[in-house]
């Protein structure tokens, strides 16, 4: 086990964000040796401030200020003025894993997005938001574990987006509570699922065989794309990327449970125990996939 930072240090502060998360990402840095493990983690947790600001900030100007001083933030940084423990932690990461200033941007950007909208027309709209807040982080995170191989950029990109699915399934309910939808209006429509049934978040309005059968569409989707990026990864990375494939086995822990339990995400968010977790992490560690 890994000796925790000094109190008060810009490592121990992301440290903590990230623990205090529960996030998957969180196993899967255990097993990374100790300077990719605090390049990942001060990311992570630089995604969880952004994250939070949207998700924490009720008043939607408030929160469009935090993300425009984020923003300022990431550029004084990339300037050699990092001033947010989060970015201090970050910053002597950069240059070694090709963290870059546009990275942190899309992100922020991506966040944004959720204070401009609470719909998605149809998927490839959703596709764009998923690429902001899932793919750049999948491409920074690969660049951290270690790639050799161009490739290993798309497989990365195509994971977060299997994950960010998984994500909008789990927390269909929690995004209604919130006002927010994020299963595409034109395949709510495809069917017969009133936006208002979602809303409501309570059996037995929510519920239904429409319901079940457009949850099934989104999960058979998102089991596609986690088989599209274990196909796209190169072998040569393969071994480097281990705790991408760490996450990818918790994610599809996580959905096979939401599927075997019919999609019950409205009135509530189904979860992994922290020790399942490390398990699964464990598992994949030890078999490589």
Not at 48 to 71: M, N
Not at 200 to 213: I, K, L, N, Q, T
Not at 232 to 239: F, G, Q, S, V
């Amino acid at each position: 086990m890994s000796t925790l930072p000094p109190a008060g240090t810009p490592a121990r502060y992301v440290h903590d964000k990230a623990a205090s998360s529960g996030s998957s990402f969180y196993y899967a840095f255990m097993f990374l040796p100790p300077p990719r493990r605090e390049a990942i983690t001060a990311f992570y947790a630089f995604c969880r401030e952004v994250d939070d600001v949207v998700d924490e900030v009720h008043e939607p100007q408030v929160a469009r200020t935090k993300l425009a001083w984020w923003r300022q933030q990431v550029n004084e940084a990339f300037a050699g003025r990092p001033a947010h423990p989060a970015m201090q932690a970050l910053m002597p990461h950069a240059d070694t894993y090709g963290i870059e200033a546009r990275h942190l941007l899309a992100v922020i950007e991506g966040c944004e997005t959720d204070l401009a909208q609470n719909r998605f027309l149809d998927f490839p709209a959703l596709e764009r938001y998923c690429h902001l807040v899932a793919g750049i982080v999948g491409e920074v995170a690969c660049n951290i574990f270690g790639r050799t191989q161009a490739q290993t950029v798309v497989y990365a990109h195509r994971l977060g987006l299997a994950m960010q699915l998984t994500n909008i399934i789990r927390d269909v309910g929690e995004d209604a509570r919130r006002g927010r939808i994020y299963l595409p209006i034109d395949e709510l429509q495809r069917f017969d699922v009133k936006a208002h049934e979602l809303l409501r978040r309570e059996a037995p309005w929510g519920y239904s065989d429409r319901f079940s059968a457009l949850m099934r569409f989104q999960a058979e989707r998102a089991q596609r794309c986690f088989d599209e990026a274990l196909a796209l990864l190169p072998a040569e990375d393969r071994a480097a990327q281990k705790p991408g494939l760490m996450m990818a086995n918790i994610y599809r822990t996580l959905l096979r449970e939401i599927e075997a339990a019919g999609f019950q995400v409205l009135h509530q968010r189904t979860s992994l125990t922290p020790l399942r977790k490390l398990w699964i992490a464990a598992r994949t560690h030890v078999r490589g996939r």
